[in-house]
């Protein structure tokens, strides 16, 4: 075989395999590029859905202020009432006793379920996953977790439920560990709405 033949093929073979690496790193890049606009893609929907959540979360707040606005105005009328009416002690007592089952009404068995329902309507149904997933948890528990969803802060709930503030973040501390710790796919939806 002749040099110039030998050279010839080893030009052919030389252009082939150059050919195949480009088009391998071509179809690479493409293929990295691709991946590069589904990753974009991919953190932009979880982007909008975090900023959905907040809003759902937002919008859930401005609900439940709307829905205790009346409730709470009652107690402040019952309560500056009974202020107003010291020297009158039937009438007095009277607005105290009204004062005390609006504030016992957030604790009754009927608010709760109430409540619940509305969450669940606006979360997915977060509490009914709680009460499924999370059973070891006692009936004050599910109403701490309701004065949290809902957006109460430590100082309202520890007035209506009576507790401390050293106890409200125990309680809140002991929850969130054994929430998060339980074994069910909705813990980052409870990590979502509650803590």
Known sequence: MSHSLLFLMLF??????????????????????????????????????????????????????LMYREQFSEIRNCLERAIVLKDEKTAREQYIQRLEHQLAFFSSKDWQAERELFIDQRTGGIMTSLRRNVNRLKD???????????????????????????????????????????????????QQWIF
Do not use: H, W
């Open 12 to 65: 052919i073979t030389a252009s082939i395999f150059l050919i195949a690496v480009t088009l391998a790193y071509r179809l690479r890049d493409q293929k990295l590029q691709a991946q590069i606009i589904e990753l974009n893609r991919l953190k932009e929907t979880l982007e909008e859905d975090a900023k959905r959540q907040d809003e759902r979360i937002l919008q859930l707040q401005r609900d439940c202020r």
């Open 140 to 190: 004050d528990d599910y109403q701490f977790l309701v004065f949290l969803i809902l957006g109460f802060d430590a100082t309202l709930i520890c007035m209506i439920t009576g507790m401390s503030s050293s106890n409200y973040y125990t309680r809140k501390s002991r929850l969130k560990e054994k929430i998060l710790s339980a074994d069910t796919p909705d813990v980052s939806l409870y």
